[in-house]
Every structure is written in structure tokens, then in C-alpha cells.
């Protein structure tokens, strides 16, 4: 079966996880859909019944205050005036987003590519003392502007890159540079980063207390880096507007959100494929998997239900690239263990094209190349890998856009955010916290201080 | 239990997979060891066997002819001299450990950073036309080599882009250009880019006909492109030669390749841990996890023992980066279920460090930071993630080199090559072919050809 958007140009289609199509072993049946329809009605039902409440802030984002939208223009435009360099010290939710959204939208070699008139921008979601020292090789300091992002203001990562820079500008500018070349991204009124930020006088972007890291790529987390680079935030917004409309359709069949939780809940729980892999067809989309990464692990991979039993449940995410990981994992995603459910991000029409050359076309195994595009040959090899894991029972489903731009990925980023907050309601686990990592922050900080 | 190699400078500590540590669930008892020791001795004595009747060429490559690697050295100062930009074609087994290699030994920002000397390296691994034309954008024809890389000559992703490169480079620059500026490594006698190369006249050099692409790095697949670049390969080999001596020691105890073979081996088969992650707590090697999936995934991923049998075997690696995947997936690998089995990767000593300067030392949560070091940060939080995830019951090991250099990086390559080999034993498969990527292949042909 398949589900077209025509107004966010999404297409999802699961032909190849129906058992009519691939089996029953790893296909799905239209007795397994009845058997998760009503609890399915009820996520969704529950999910607006929050946005109804307005406790649920990712849900509000596509309708962000203009004025908001407006103010980081402003901010953005300033920092594209007077610096050259843009970054980012975040970790986690506070990059993955800014980071997915850049590499989608923006030239695979930005940062360095003749005639790009933006900022550099540098995503520094690390403390690795090389690779913080290597992003300062890089930096002409006084031309830089940094965006330190932490709603808390405790996330250690990010504190001790911020007070690195924050020193070293001192050291070497002065403390009114200091002032001018960070922007705080925080919680609007608490934490410590909120506190510093206003002591000192800092430029502030808020983030809405009530949305989580991992779902904040359309705040101003991820809007401000955006914007920085030239991307249209508007139409990041538009796009997901466009696809609130789908998400709150109630009929789980019309619903590409409800779906695509419903599928995947199926493949972990009734099919027993706990690995979901997501394997764009598309270069730009590489880091977008990683985004996704996290918001499904850390929503989905949970100890307790809400009811307080012990459920240890999770899919785990994993990443791969086409066509470049036929070269590594297809091997293992045809011939190993029935474990996974891989979805493919593909799409219609590349934003450029190029002519395979006719040569040595007295060789068999070249000729077929000759003279066709490379959309065509990666488009083949999409197809290909997807029929042939179908034809061996492996199901696999394909999400393609019309096009690459920046409301298609905005509808994206939101169509995920929804799935996954379904996902929460059909596992019966709270989809928006993460108590399993306290005990490693702990340990750390006995680590440090003894 | 430790293994230490002190010629290597290599750590393999096991603590944190063993029963008395982490419980009877997820941990190794001594049982589990005696229960698959014989067959770990046989594994070995069969990798050996085959090392003698010098049919595995792998094992030949730390004993590489050093007429070979002054041949590479002298082909790689050429073009050191004459290009300002080296692109490698290849995927997969010809471009993966090139990177990895490259990531490890070189400035994170190589390729801009300002005062290096060494031409920029680009290695294009896939067809995605947008990704290419990108490349395109960056380079000087002129001043750019091309290293082609395939051993068979029929890899259409690698070829496309040969034919696409020769063609720019005809029709700019005439075709004397063509036959200067492309060097191709293929097969030193077969093969459809031997035959072209001979025809045209192209610089070549060899890779060993019994050397899959997987475990070619130490060919001239990756020492290439390494030299071009600044790396010394000889110190590479002489890494891979040491850690050779470690893997010839019979005993499985004192053998780390055996050893992790091992400890991976009951993981997926006693323990039930079908996922293997490894997760580098040195930004420098988030490549390295990457060559490593395609060595583990298309070496144990098969459908069949050497018996004929259906078996469907095979770990799926999983890759993941310290500290920033804290923020990402440490969440599902605690509380999700007990699917997995995790492998840091550390290093003891940074090969450069930072102060995190004290500031707002009023703040408790910021003030256990001061004049603290990166390297003790991102060590603590190592520590305590693998100390966390051992107080919950998930296994986990650790990795840990002296020092990240061009010797301890070839020591590395090698354990897991040999590793791999041996792990093909224990499950009784073959861990050298990949007969899973042929019904893509052909039906990739079909649809580029009707």
C-alpha cells in the first residue's frame, strides 16, 4: 500500500512489507493491522488530546510565532554581516538537528566550496581535546560568532566548550567581545545557561521549556544555524505546518505519522525485526538518519512502561548509505537474520544530474553505463536493492520525496517527530524522557571530582 | 581479564563482559570459555594452515616487498609535487579503510586547514549526482590526480565515475592529461580496468588477486592514498607486522584477534547479543568504526555454512561515537533490551589537550569543570558509561591504544582483520565472498537496460 502527500510531495510505500508481496514471516497481514487498528486510533487520539491541552510544545511548532521567526532572521542576517565563522556548541539534540538540516540543504562541501558567501559553520558535539583543538585551528577568532545551546545550561559537553571560548576570547578580545560573539540558545526564563546569558548581557534565542532536545530541531535550536546559512526557516516551518495537516487525520490508513509507527511497531513486536535500519538513497540525507537516530532511541528505548512494569523495550536505529553501503551492509541485510526492518529515503528528482560518457563500450560489463545519468543508475540501484531484499522475505518500505527542499525537509522532520510520539502511545512509555542516562552523569561527575 | 600487547600498545579489557562482574545474563563465565575453547584452537590452527599454503592474502600484507612500498612512496611524492588535489573512485572495500585511515593519522579539517601541504584528499564513494557534482565544484581539474580504484574493473559505481572523470579530463584538457592524471589500482594481470589501463597506458599499481576488498587497506588500495597525504605506510605495515606476532600465539588467552573472536562469538550465540557496537571515545576514529561494519557485516552475514546448511548468521555491527552519542543512543543501549554487546574504543593518551577554564565557579553543576582537562572529561565520562552499562548487565569491552599513530592504527586494522577471519571459523562460514549482492547487481543491469 502507498500514502502521497501532494502538498508536502511524500510518498510512503510499504508494498514490500506485505506479506502479500514478501511473506508471511515478515510481511504484514490485514489481520495484523486490525489487531493494532483501535490501539492505534487511541495513540493518535491521545496525541491530540496533549496538543489539545497544550502541554506537548513540538506540536506547536509549525505555528511558531512570526515574530519569533522574524527575530532570528534579524539575528541571523546580523551574524552572516559581521562574522565569517558560525558555531555551534551543542551535543545531542542541541546539533544533530542543526546538522542533518545543513547537509540536506546546503553544498556537501560548504565550508569550503569557492563562491559560498555565508558563514562557515562548525557543529562542535564533542570534548575529544583533538577535535575542539582542531575546530580552534580553523577559527579566525575575532570573526566568529558562537551559539552555545542547552535549555539546562548543565549539559557538561557544551559548558566546557562554552567556557573555553568564552575565555579564550576574553583573553585575546576582551570581555565586550565576549558579550558580542555568543548567542545563548536556553530555557526562556531558567537554568543556568538562562542566568549566565543574562548576567553578562548575552544575545538569547529561547527554547520553549516544553519541548525536548530531540525535538527541537524546529525551535531555535535548529532554526538560528539555519538561517545563518541561508536557509528559508520559513519554509523549514511551512513544511511542517503541511504536515501537522496529515498527522492529525484520524484514520491510521490516511495518516502517513500513524502509519509509519503502526509499521514499524508491527515489524518490532509481532514480526521480530528489533533493528530498523534507515538507508537513504540520497547523499544529503546521510546525517538526517543520524537525527532520527536519536529521537527514536532515546524515545523508544525504555525500561518501564507507564504502568510502571519492567518492559525493556526499544527498536534500535541504525544508519546505513546507498548506493555506498551495498559495498558493506546489503550482504548482511540479505543473507543474515531476520531482524530488521529497513526503510529507504529516496527522491524523485535530484537538484542536479549527470550524463554517464560512452567509453570502452566494447566491454559488456561497462556498456549498459554508457550514456545514461547517475539519477538513473542510483535510482536502479535503490529499486534493486529494495526488490531483491523483497524477493528473499526481507521487508523493507520506501519513503520518497518529490524533491529536496527546505519545506519537504521541514514536512520530514515533523512527520518523524509525530511517528515517534505514536510510537510512545503504542508501547505505552513515555516517549520524552531518558532517566537511563543519570546514572552515567553521575558516575562522571564522581569521576571529575575525586 | 586484560591483554596487553606492549609492542602494539594495545588493551583489550574484558572486566566488563564477564559473569563475576556484570551478572550470569549478559556476562562470560569460565564455562563459556571452555565450551567453545577447542573450537577456538581449531579456528586458529586453520587460519595458520591457510597462512601456510599462502592462499589468504591478508596474512602476506604486513610482509609486504618494500620494493612495492617505495613504489608508492616514489608514485605518491609525484603526485605530491604535481597535484594540489587527490580524489579517490572507489566503494566500499576501496574507499572505506582509505578513510578510515585518513581520519585516524590526519587533521580533522585536512582538507582546509590552514598550513597543510599535502594535496586535499577526496574520496568519492557513491553516485548520487548531487554528491558528484559537488566534487566537481572543488577541484582544479588540472591540478587534480585520480586514483581508480577497483580490483575487478566491474564495479559500475567506481566505473561510472572513471568514465565521467576521463571524459571532463579529455575533453579540457586533451587526452595526454587523461593518461598522466588517472592512476588506477586494480588486479595485477585481469580484469576490465587492467585491460584499459595496459591499453591506455595508465600509471598502475597491484592488488593481490587473493586480497578481498574488505581486508585491502594494507594493499596499495589504502597505503595510496595514505601516502599521498603525509602518512607513513611503512609504519602501518610495521604495526600490522607486530600485531601479526600477537595473532600467531596459539593460545586463545594470549591472543587478542582469538580472544575478541571469542568473547564476540558467545555474545551472539550464547548470551543472545546479536547487535556489536563500537563506540570510539576518540573522535578520530568514528571512521574507523565504519571500515569496520563492512569487515564484520560482509564477512559473517551469510545464508549458509561451508556444510551447505541454511544458517542465516551473523552480528550486525553498529557504530556509534563517545561522547556525543551519549546524548543519542546510551539511553536505548541502558534500559532497551539486552540485544547487545558494546566495544569501546579509547585511547590513553590524546595526542593534544585543553584546560576547561574556571568561570562561574558559584554554579556547583559548572564548578566540578574548572581547570579540569578535556581528555579527563571525556575519560570520566568513558569510564562511566561503561561502568553504568556494567551495573545494568549489559557487556561491554574496551579497546585501548597507547597512542593513536600510524603504528598503532595498522596494529588495530590487523587485529580485526584476523579477528574476522578466525570468526569465519567458529561459525563455519566463509568469511571471504559475499554471494548475497548478486541479485542486486543484476537487477540493477536489468534496469538500466530496458
Known sequence: ????????????????????????????????LNSVRQKAQAAHSAVEKVRAEGTLGFLKLPYTDPKLVQEIKHLAADIERNYSDFVVLGIGGSALGNIAVHSALNHPFYNNVPGESHPRLFVLDNVDPEYISAVMDMLPLEK??????????????????????????????GYDAFKKQVVATTDPSSGVLRKIANDEGLRTLPIPPDVGGRFSVLTAVGLLSAAVTGINISDLLEGARLMDEECRKPEMTENPAVMNAVVQYIMDTIKMRPMAVMMPYVQSLRDFADWFRQLLAESIGKKFDRDGNVVHVGTTPIKALGATDQHSQIQLYMEGPEDKFITFL????????????????????????????????????????????????????????????????????????????????????????QPGVEEGKILTYQKMTC
Open 1 to 32: 500500500m502507498k500514502l502521497y502527500s501532494s502538498s508536502c510531495g511524500i510518498e510512503l510505500d510499504f508494498s514490500n512489507a506485505c506479506a502479500g508481496r514478501i511473506g508471511y514471516a515478515g510481511g504484514i497481514t490485514e489481520d495484523d
Open 144 to 173: 566568529t560568532c558562537f551559539n552555545v545551546i542547552t535549555k539546562s545550561g548543565t549539559t557538561a559537553e557544551t559548558m566546557s566548550q562554552f567556557l573555553l571560548f568564552r575565555q579564550l576570547i576574553i583573553d585575546r578580545l
Open 346 to 433: 529516496g527522491v524523485k528528482k535530484y537538484r542536479t544530474d549527470l550524463t554517464i560518457p560512452a567509453a570502452y563500450t566494447e566491454i559488456e560489463k561497462l556498456s549498459f553505463l554508457a550514456n545514461k545519468t547517475f539519477s538513473r543508475l542510483i535510482h536502479a540501484e535503490q529499486q534493486a536493492t529494495s526488490e531483491a531484499l523483497a524477493n528473499n522475505g526481507r521487508p523493507n518500505c520506501t519513503i520518497t520525496l518529490d524533491e529536496i527542499s527546505a519545506k519537504s525537509i521541514g514536512a520530514l522532520l515533523y512527520l518523524f517527530e509525530y511517528q515517534i510520539a505514536i510510537a510512545g502511545e503504542l508501547y505505552n512509555i513515555n516517549a520524552f524522557d
